[in-house]
């Protein structure tokens, strides 16, 4: 079999570039996924719902006629109050229970956000124009669309925004002590419940700017907020919980891994390819914990 | 509690009640009027076709009764159609099914929209020996189960696009092609696939990327940078309307240059709408345009149908409305030449339609599949400043309303 990524070698930078900037997007939405996974212990199936509804905000400002690039500042924001109203509805009743009851609890918001998004906005696929224009690289045999380029600078812009804010704010010392040791932290004056609802906030409002990226990047629809969730939780699992820069770097992984595994196996194999990948990952991961146990018997 | 228990059961014996008296009065035939069932998705994915296929029901149901109704044994009668939703969802769909006609009595049904439900309720309709007749699944494998009450009026999903491989081999000077695909993984798109398969066999054209999109895919930059880099003369697409949607922005934003796109799902994905000029020479496979010259003595013609469409629900009929309104103009034809409400005499008046409506002419093959209409093709064409972008019929030349513009200008010209 002979593969056009080797006959064509621009396109190996172009698979490696593609996937990295893919990557990024789904990298912001997997470190809210971590952070609320680690702070209130809760696997967030609607994590892609979120993303979308970000995107749909981004795509009523294009309707009105305000360039969607805005939508990653009014996004987050309104979103940020989304995630609150969502956990002081349901979540603040399953934090401190079984991981089921929480994956029960998001999985039935994330229905409910699917079909009200449907009943709001419709169940046409809808895309916000960003009108950015293209870069050409390599006397054209490389081509990034600046949407994209745009939306991956705007994921680590923020990313970077809010490790500086979770170590330097008060809020920031308070989310990561609560993660760490939650009943110490409440012993030692963190208001708890206050952290879990911002905690949740920070994590939609993340969703907010990353569908806000999506908008323009990609195409929109109520039912298409599923991949994002899988996507992000892979990426999580992969890197581990609470560590951003392994976030970073697997989400762009994942990316490019995904790419790559188009041009060599075919565009049927790719989301399979990615998917082994995990099992890989997993088995490997058990095979290394089960050698470290092993002293203790 | 106990109490609540009581409550719980006389409400529950209540509405077994209800449902068990309710059931025998509906009929398939009560007083003047034929009672049709249908299932169609108003909430779920896919509910703005859902919601078009019932307008194009409703219109024609309103059109029949108020110019007489269906005639049978020298009574007119009128249409009446029971409606469930199958919330996007087959496995609904086929409870649906079997709730019309066990339930509700329902002796006569019409389709949901999308293959994957016709699909989930042809064999409940076939149990019942029920005829159905649908006019949203195109699926070639709906028309290969030897299903003996089931009725399409659309053409097969086969047929789609091999009239845009026919049309690239005859602007190559009858030479054959280079063709490069891209099609979801679904039973629609595949056989779309099938069919410029055998379209590339019969031209002896050749297959370069035949690339099978994942459903969750919303992004081909992969595949379109595979196009780019091996220059085919035609490049084929199908993926609902997300495919569609995702093709047009992405090749607009890597300016791949391809003398011809041709895709499905164009108009439902609102194409020249929501992505203007850069939507603009897509070649896009339709089952009808207002513009065709059919003609019926119900809806007139397309344009008036169209006229009509607007007037009734404020915006243009897809062709998922047209084809919904020809579903009934099929039944009260079988309705009448039958005589007579027994469904086996019915099913046996709709084998042996051939009849041409506004919406093309219909004639049914074995499988049930409507073989007497081909498929159109439009080109979108914009204006200069590329404000208003229209659909122009351009193939089979028969009907052509424009010339085809081919090649594609390359985007450094456009």
Known sequence: MDFLIFQAPMLMVQATMDGLVIGIIFA?????MALQWGVMNIINIAQGELVIMGGYIAYFLYVAGIHPAFGVLLSPIIMFFVGVGIYKL???????????????????ISILAQQLMNFAFGADVVVADSGFGTLMMFDNSV???????FSASVCIISAIILVAYM?????????RATAQNARAAKILGVDTE???????????????????CVAMTFTLHPYTGLPYTIRSFMIVIIAGLGNLPAVAVSGMGLGVFEEWSDYLLGTEFRIAAVFSLLVIILVWRRFKLARKREYLK | MNNFKKIFISFLSALILTVVNTSSSFAKVEGDTIVLGAAVSLTGKYSSNGVHTQNGYNLAVERINSMGGVKVKGKNYKFKIIYYDDESNSGRAAQLAERLIKQDGVQYMLGPYSSGLTKAMAPV?????????????ASRSLFTKGYKYLFAVLAPANLYLDVAVDLAVEKNGGKPVKIAMAFEQDAFSQDVRLGILDAAKRTKSKIIIDDKLPKELNDMAATLAKVKAVKPDVLVVSGHTKGALTAVKQIAEMKVDV???????CDAAKLSKQHGKKAEYALCASQWHKTLSYTDAFFKDGMTYDADFKKAFGYAPPYQAAESSAALLVFKDAFERANDFNTKKVRNALAKTDMQTFYGNIKFAKGGQNVSKPMVLFQVICNADGSKCENKVVAPTKWASAKLVHPTPSWSKR
């Open chain 1, 194 to 212: 206050k952290v879990y609802a911002a905690t949740f906030g920070i994590n939609a409002a993340l969703c907010g700017i990353a569908g806000a």
């Open chain 2, 125 to 137: 309709t076939e149990k019942y020996k029920i005829p159905m007749v649908e006019a949203n699944g």
């Open chain 1, 28 to 32: 912001l939405v997997a470190y809210g």
């Open chain 1, 143 to 149: 081509v990034l669309p600046m949407s994209k380029l």
């Open chain 1, 90 to 108: 349901v979540i603040n009743k399953v934090v401190d229970r079984d991981l089921f009851i929480s994956i029960l609890a998001t999985f039935g």
């Open chain 2, 259 to 265: 003398p011809m796109l041709a895709m499905t799902h």
């Open chain 1, 167 to 175: 170590k330097r704010s008060k809020l920031g010392r308070a989310i």
